[in-house]
């Protein structure tokens, strides 16, 4: 038999194989596909009912395993960034809040990668550097404050009326314009100096989230701790009578905690 001969038979035998074996995959895929879409449903929803209930961690696992499914996943993707820095965010240890904040980061990363046109996996990814300020070194922290506004700016240009973002903006200028002369001098002898942060935007972006966003108890927080650093007394007086008068529901976590320091305030400044 020749070699041409064998090869004919040959191809006889395995192209109907193999289109078998394709058609097996491709039905596969088909019936899978439904349970794993119902499967991320299910997820979601759960996440969704933990995070009502303020289990973030229980959430964040819950997220997890939504990407174990579908690891390109919106929802999960930039939720598990979120909650990898504002749990880590809570650790008093460093290292701990470290390792938490390089997966914030790795989640914010993958979400930007995946969704270049939304607006969550850019705000994430401001969150997630701005907690990396607070464990790097300052010459890396200078070049992560640029970071943060580069990518809060990206997420206001998507959606122009996303509270978290102006929050986020109006707490950066308020710390960036707060920064002591000295500090500001000695930034410019070890990178290109500060950016450039203005307390009256700070004001002005942070009135523009509670606008949009009346019941956040930690917006309406850091609108009075703005005033009450930049000597605006009265003003953090008025807006801390505010948010304590206004029986505002606690939303996250932390917002017992952020109703505490609320009246700490006051009373100091009473």
């Not at 349970?35 to 973030?56: R, V, Y």
């Not at 960034?81 to 790795?106: C, M, P, Q, W």
């Not at 108890?217 to 008068?245: M, P, T, V, W």
């Amino acid at each position: 038999m020749t070699s041409n001969n064998y090869m004919r038979r040959m191809n006889r035998f395995l192209v109907p194989v193999f289109l078998k074996i394709i058609l097996l995959c491709l039905f596969s895929i088909m019936i899978s596909a439904p349970a794993i879409a119902s499967d991320i449903h299910n997820l979601l929803k759960k996440a969704a009912e933990q995070m009502e209930q303020m289990d973030e961690e229980g959430a964040l696992e819950t997220y997890l395993k939504i990407l174990e499914l579908d690891p390109q996943q919106y929802d999960a993707l930039w939720n598990s960034s979120l909650l990898y820095a504002t749990i880590g965010f809570r650790f008093d240890d460093n290292n701990r809040k470290k390792v938490h904040f390089e997966r914030a980061v790795e989640m914010a990363e993958k979400s930007v990668e995946n969704h270049p046109d939304k607006v969550h996996p850019y705000y994430v990814m401001a969150v997630a550097k701005g907690r990396m300020t607070n464990v790097v070194g300052t010459r890396t922290r200078i070049r992560l404050a640029y970071v943060v506004e580069e990518n809060v700016k990206k997420a206001l240009e998507i959606m122009p009326d996303h509270a978290p973002s102006w929050h986020l903006y109006g707490v950066w200028h308020s710390e960036v314009a707060n920064v002591g002369r000295a500090e500001r001098l000695a930034a410019r002898f070890i990178s290109r100096g500060l950016p450039d942060g203005s307390v009256r935007k700070a004001e002005e972006y942070l009135l523009k989230a509670k606008e949009l966003d009346p019941e956040s108890i930690l917006i309406r927080l850091d609108l009075a701790r703005h005033y009450h650093q930049n000597g605006q007394r009265q003003k953090a007086i008025d807006e801390l009578k505010e948010l304590l008068s206004f029986g505002l529901k606690p939303q996250t976590k932390d917002d017992p905690d952020h109703l505490e320091d609320a009246r700490e305030l006051l009373n100091r400044l009473g």
